[in-house]
């Protein structure tokens, strides 16, 4: 290829659209979110811990919440109510070996028996010092409870039950409070503090402020939020304001410190230098959070970042507080306005569309996927073209619809395909071949042979030939001759009336299968006898037929999984009989979109609630939702591939899908729902401990609480029975079961857990006894009495609840509505600026045009008097006449230069000039000028040369805009001064006026194309307003900034900073 055809490419490749940077793979985690709207007391989240019987433990700025994935107990400070905690400024939570959970808060310490849900406070030690600020709460190897407060180390003394001071008149916590307290693979306790990191020795107690060397300390001047010790025995200390810190005990050898900052210029740096809490997850992966998002430790010095504020599943905030994970691998993360929780090792990725970011989907409504034979994924979208995906390089390039060989025929894509160096795509405006080399596109439409524009199906069949499926028939793209054939009419004509295909299928045998859209025929095809035979499929009992069939794949035993709109279909291509499989068989819905085989001959299919595999060993479907990682629960037509790795890819409304269809397996495997019995609640009394419990005969109306401590899917449903009572398993998706008016009697009530994708779990049981009566008297009348009424004012307190919920959704869509309206409000704001903006705009052209039309008119009417017109009165008229058309023409030249910007078509140049001369060349320019108008003009300058890069017109363009400016709001007897100076890597320009200046609430819109600055000292200037909008887009092309500062009757400053960098592209294109 021609250095010629080389560039040519390069600038295609450009034009097409595309952004190519490259940066970290885009992993977008799903997570799911406890709130105040879930019942939380507050949303500062400090502290979060899971008990041993899986309850997660939130401590909030307001109290402290119990959840068990279905509600949320509250523990609050009442000092008039016994039983209360301490406070309710919750810091750190810790359980003991005995069940009891202790909460460390801002003003004491709570012991609660998990047992008895009994509390105990401690407000100060035996020598009456407050438990102030107890951030952390330790349980050593060998179950010692070591808490700490603002400025002492407590051991507790569980036989005396009280706190004794462990570290005894240390001097440094006189100057330094203590922030965290954790415990070494050694055993060595280590205490950070606001300044310091301090070692207690396990053997010999000596307590030893940590130092990286001899001549300070590691951590001089930073302030320490946390400490971490890793399976490895490394620290890590987070720090408020310094980056995260680890160091590497050596025994016997200076130990190692690594600092870590952040780098607005590397994207694989930590994302803030306020780090604050850390876990080390099962796997021995390193979680940060900073007051900038979570991040994880990558190695190497390399962090990845999971924050963004545009994703419907990304965090709710990028303030993290503390991070914790639960025994199923889920990691919660408590952040300033909630919890966030999430899968850290998903089999399932999801891939979106980011409007901040090029690199990323154009569109997360995928229709369309195909990989070519380089593993790149052409991917389709409903409204936004094409993208071609390099997952390997997190590489984006997108392709759209417009004029040329390089643009697609529509951006509405159905269907893509593909062989050696073409992809085909069928749009709803025709049939587009693309080379995959030069991107060159070809488009074929009715003109040229289709059927029918709108293409439905596409397919390369082993001849390399391409099958068009469109709503009037089929075309055969010829692949010796390029030519459309109709195939319809001597195939299809006298067959089958439906004539809109919706699939085309090449099988093993190379028998084409072709499925209908309105009538649900399939259609099996000889190509070579050219004999067709038309099969109906009937639903097995109501013997109707299907009415759409959208996907047809090939398993074994010569089986046809066909995809239809009311479900899976398996056909039998030898005897032609067919069974049909829908939701009632565990299919997750019976819309079907997409249909993919895996090595075993397991079906997968897409659909509009989920993904479901149907297991040929087990005759049973295992599914997936949103819940496991899915983009949505809904996918669509077309959007499905199996890649040459065996991956399998399913697009839908919410982005794209990939995942191991083995590795998915894990999902269903490793998830087995546990049971744990809560509470029994027998007249209102809850019965924490449940084993064998013994009830009265009057105690026979017993509620049964439960709920699963893994939290990876709310969509369970339990299955129980008690024996004797209910025979047959009860399905429900409640954590509470109700019995009444039990007699008698031994129970055993049996429960077992099922999760969405329809693992079942083992069977857990409890045995209780109701103890026949005594006696009967009217006592045992009046307590039944009793019962009723407390089951009403427990249900009238239920509708209480119910009236309260009402309440707060119902301001929540008024808030809701008075946002709506806020930014409508902006929206006639904006109108009405651009509408003001045209006034302007017209004025300034109307005014050179009257000029012109006036003197035209007087030249006129002089030439027509009997003396004529003298040279000299001509020729001043055609000064005034060229004037005006000079102001005329840049007027215009403005507005199409601010169109091309806003276009992405504006060009500059870039070359290495020096910045100095030509400020000062284009200043000296214009000072007669200026200094006409009785101005004084000031060139002032810290350096004779500065080369840098730049479109030498184009900064003397904004030099010229700003002098303007200046001149006409400076009065007569003013100063504009210009000056330069050298910044080392930058250079500054400024261009300052004494003038009338601009008032602070303009600044914001000073550079805006549709708010041009109008006041009264301003009318009678003129101007368009474009100049500086011109200016601002050159001075960012240039990779620099402009400013402003200006004060009311003081004057005006525009700054400009350019970039001495030598290396940026010569010719750059906005």
């Not at 590497?248 to 740096?269: C, L, M, P, Q, V």
């Amino acid at each position: 290829m021609s250095i010629r055809n080389n560039i040519l490419f390069i600038l295609t490749v450009f034009f097409i659209c595309t952004f190519t940077r490259i940066s970290h793979a885009q992993e977008h985690m799903n997570f799911k979110y406890l709130t105040i709207e879930n019942g939380l007391s507050q949303s500062t989240a400090a502290a979060i811990y899971q008990d041993s019987r899986g309850y997660i433990w939130i401590g909030t700025n307001e109290g402290l919440n119990r959840y068990n994935g279905f509600e949320i107990k509250v523990y609050k400070s009442d000092k008039y109510k016994k039983g209360s905690i301490v406070n309710n400024y919750i810091l750190s939570l810790q359980e003991d070996n005995s069940n009891n959970l202790w909460v460390g808060t801002n003003k004491g310490i709570s012991k609660i028996n998990l047992k008895t849900d009994e509390i105990t406070n401690f407000e100060c030690d035996e020598n009456g010092n407050p438990f102030y600020k107890v951030r952390s709460i330790l349980l050593t190897e060998r179950g010692t409870l070591i808490v700490i407060t603002q400025k002492n180390v407590y051991l507790y003394d569980e036989k005396n039950n009280k706190f004794t001071v462990a570290l005894h008149e240390q001097e440094i916590f006189k100057t330094e409070d203590i922030v965290d307290i954790k415990e070494d693979k050694s055993s060595n306790i280590w205490v950070g503090t606001t300044k310091s990191l301090i070692k207690v020795d396990r053997n010999t107690k000596e307590i030893i402020q940590y130092y990286s060397d001899d001549s300070g300390s590691i951590i001089k001047d930073d302030k320490i939020n946390s400490i971490l010790i890793d399976k490895e025995n490394n620290i890590w200390v987070s720090t408020s304001n310094n980056g995260l810190i680890k160091v590497i005990i050596k025994e016997g050898e200076s130990n190692e410190i690594i600092r870590y900052y952040h780098d607005e210029n590397d994207s694989t740096t930590i994302p803030s230098n306020t780090t604050k809490s850390m876990i080390e997850d099962n796997n021995g992966v390193l979680w940060i959070g900073t007051d900038a998002g979570l991040c994880k430790y990558l190695g190497n010095g390399k962090f990845y970042t999971y924050y963004s504020n545009f994703n419907d599943n990304s965090l709710l905030d990028d303030n993290i507080y503390s991070l914790m994970q639960d025994s199923t691998g889920l990691i919660w993360v408590g952040t300033y306005t909630g919890i966030n929780i999430f899968e850290p090792n998903n089999k399932i990725i999801q891939y979106k569309s980011d409007p901040l970011n090029d690199n990323s989907l154009s569109s997360n409504i995928i229709q369309g996927v195909y990989e070519d034979d380089n593993g790149l994924l052409w991917i389709g979208t409903k409204n936004r073209g094409i993208n071609i995906m390099d997952k390997d390089n997190n590489k984006y390039t997108r392709i759209y619809a417009g004029e040329g060989k390089n643009h697609l025929s529509s951006n509405m894509i159905k269907v893509i395909t593909g062989n050696k160096d073409t992809v085909w795509v069928g749009t709803d405006y025709g049939l587009n071949q693309i080379d995959r080399k030069t991107l060159n596109i070809k488009k074929y439409t009715t003109e040229d042979g289709l059927l029918d524009d709108s293409i439905e199906s596409l397919l390369v069949d082993r001849e390399g030939n391409l099958w068009i499926g469109t709503e009037n028939g089929i075309n055969i793209l010829d692949n010796k001759t390029g030519k459309i054939k109709d195939k319809t009419k001597n195939m299809l004509e006298n067959v089958v009336s439906d004539m809109h295909i919706q699939e085309i299928y090449e099988d093993s045998e190379g028998i084409f299968w072709l499925g209908t859209y309105i009538q649900g025929s399939l259609i099996r095809l000889d190509a070579e006898t050219r004999k067709c035979k038309v099969y109906k499929i009937l639903d097995s009992e109501t013997k109707e037929e299907i009415s759409t069939i959208k996907c047809i794949a090939e398993g074994k035993d010569n089986i046809l999984w066909i995809g239809t709109s009311e479900g899976l279909i398996k056909f039998d291509k030898k005897n032609g009989t067919s069974i049909k499989y829908t939701d009632e068989d565990g299919l997750c819905n019976n819309t079907i979109h997409g249909l993919l085989i895996d090595d075993d001959g397991n079906p997968w299919v897409s659909t509009n609630n989920g993904i479901s595999k149907f297991d040929l060993s087990k005759n049973e479907f295992r599914n997936l939702s949103k819940a496991e990682g899915l983009q949505s629960n809904e996918f669509n037509d077309k959007s499905y591939f199996k890649t040459s790795d065996g991956s399998f890819v399913f697009g839908g409304i919410k982005g794209l899908n990939i995942f191991d269809p083995s590795e998915a397996e894990e999902l269903y495997t490793d998830y087995n729902p546990k049971v744990t019995f809560e509470e029994f609640i027998v007249m209102n009394e809850k019965y924490k401990d449940i084993n064998n419990l013994k009830f009265s005969y009057s105690q026979n109306d017993i509620e049964i609480r439960y709920f699963t401590p893994q939290y990876k899917n709310n969509n369970l449903r339990f299955y129980y029975k008690l024996d004797g009572i209910t025979d047959n398993w009860v399905s429900t998706t409640s954590n509470e079961v109700v019995f009444n008016k039990l007699s008698p009697g031994k129970y055993t009530f049996r429960i077992k857990a099922i999760s969405q994708n329809g693992t079942m779990g083992k069977e857990y049981k409890v045995n209780f006894t109701i103890k026949p009566p005594v006696w009967k008297s009217e006592g045992a009348v009046l307590l039944y009495m009793v019962i009723i009424v407390l089951i009403i004012y427990n249900n009238s307190n239920k509708v209480k609840k119910l009236d309260n919920l009402v309440a707060i959704r119902t301001e929540a869509l008024i808030n809701e509505m008075e946002t709506n309206k806020q930014l409508f409000d902006k929206i006639i704001k904006a109108e009405r600026s651009k509408n003001n903006y045209f006034i302007n705009l017209s004025h300034e052209l109307r005014t050179p045009l009257n000029v012109i039309s006036s003197v035209e008119q007087l030249i006129s009417n002089l030439n027509r008097t009997e003396k004529g017109i003298s040279k000299e009165k001509i020729d001043e008229y055609m000064k005034v006449m060229n004037k005006n058309v000079k102001r005329l023409l840049n007027l215009i030249n403005n507005i199409i230069d601010t169109t091309k910007i806003e276009n992405g078509k504006y060009k500059i140049n870039l070359e290495e000039e020096n910045i100095v001369y030509i400020v000062e060349e284009i200043a000296l320019s214009v000072r007669d000028a200026i200094e006409s108008t009785g101005i004084n003009l000031i060139i002032d300058t810290n350096t004779e040369e500065k080369i840098i890069k730049c479109d030498r017109n184009e900064i003397e363009r904004c030099i010229i805009n700003l002098l303007s400016n200046a001149s006409k709001f400076t009065p007569s007897g003013g100063t504009i001064t210009v000056d330069i100076e050298d910044l080392g890597e930058k250079v500054k320009i400024t261009v300052e006026d004494t003038g009338i200046g601009i008032e602070e609430k303009y600044h914001k819109y000073i550079f805006d194309r549709f708010n041009q600055i109008v006041d009264s000292s301003m009318e009678t200037k003129g101007g368009s307003g474009l100049g500086l909008t011109i200016t601002k887009h050159i001075i960012d092309m240039h990779n620099g900034e402009i400013y402003i500062e200006s004060e009311v009757d003081k004057g005006t400053k525009f700054t400009i900073i350019l970039p001495a960098d030598r290396d940026i592209d010569k010719s750059i294109v906005i």
